[in-house]
């Protein structure tokens, strides 16, 4: 049996998750490249942690009526997912810091050469036509993304204008798409092309805008 303890003995003391003041460190960074690296690891960590929350959530189920299922258990249990989020993203992973770190690293220490590798915005098309923050094109196919890192790098310029608008950081929107969609592979779309539903969203009744139906 894998004891917490034992997993914040192998994490330096800054890794542990009770650990309040990581963010402002990173803050104090003097090497950007440093700082782009712990930034990474920070999404990640918090990324995978929402993985197991839906994984409790999903197997929720079949712990009703047991001895070993109470509130006790349940807030030990999410310490353990809580600090073994943060060991596994200081170590190997799931391979979302490495990506988001490549890609951040263009963006912000290459300028130059993230210009020239960007990914284009029109394989998005245009996702909302009545937002005046998001550039118009033709729509047209159906979205594919070959790899998570595909994915990161295509939808996180578009995530970090809407995170703008919404005064929340652009890696949450990112991080909440992919579990969503799988990475991009299960956007609904229709005949016409892809829905740019990001985060299939079902519409309710009252909604006015433009929808796709799809059996589920």
């Known amino acids: 049996m894998v004891n917490v303890a034992n997993l914040t003995r192998t994490a330096p003391p800054t890794d542990v998750y009770t650990d309040l003041n990581g963010l402002n ?6 090497s950007d490249d440093k700082a782009l690296k712990k930034v990474a690891q920070q999404f990640e960590s918090m990324f995978i942690n929402i993985l197991m929350k839906s994984m409790r959530s999903a197997n929720a189920v079949f712990e ?3 001895m070993f299922n109470s509130s ?3 807030f030990y249990r999410d310490m353990y997912d809580q600090q073994l989020s943060v060991t596994l993203s200081q170590k190997k992973g799931i391979g979302i810091a490495d990506t988001l770190y490549k890609q951040m690293q263009n963006r912000y220490l290459n300028p130059a050469r993230a210009a020239i590798t ?6 998005f098309g245009q996702a ?5 923050a998001v550039e118009q094109a033709p729509a ?3 979205n594919k993304f070959n ?5 990161v790098n295509g939808l996180l310029p578009l995530a970090e204008k809407a995170a703008q608008r919404l005064g929340v950081d652009a890696g949450y929107l990112v991080a909440q798409s992919a579990l969503e969609t799988g990475w991009g592979s299960k956007i609904i779309n229709d005949d016409s092309g892809s829905s740019f539903n990001l985060f299939n969203i079902k519409a309710s009744r009252d909604w006015q805008g433009a929808s796709v139906a799809k059996e589920t």
Not at 128 to 132: I, K, V, Y
Not at 147 to 151: I, N, R
């Open 64 to 66: 009703e009526g047991s």
């Open 147 to 151: 790899t998570p890192e595909d994915f």
């Open 140 to 142: 047209s196919g159906t």
């Open 118 to 123: 960007q990914p284009s915005q029109e394989r």
């Open 25 to 30: 460190r990173i803050k104090q960074e003097k």
């Open 72 to 74: 006790e258990s349940g």
């Open 128 to 132: 909302n036509a009545a937002n005046p």
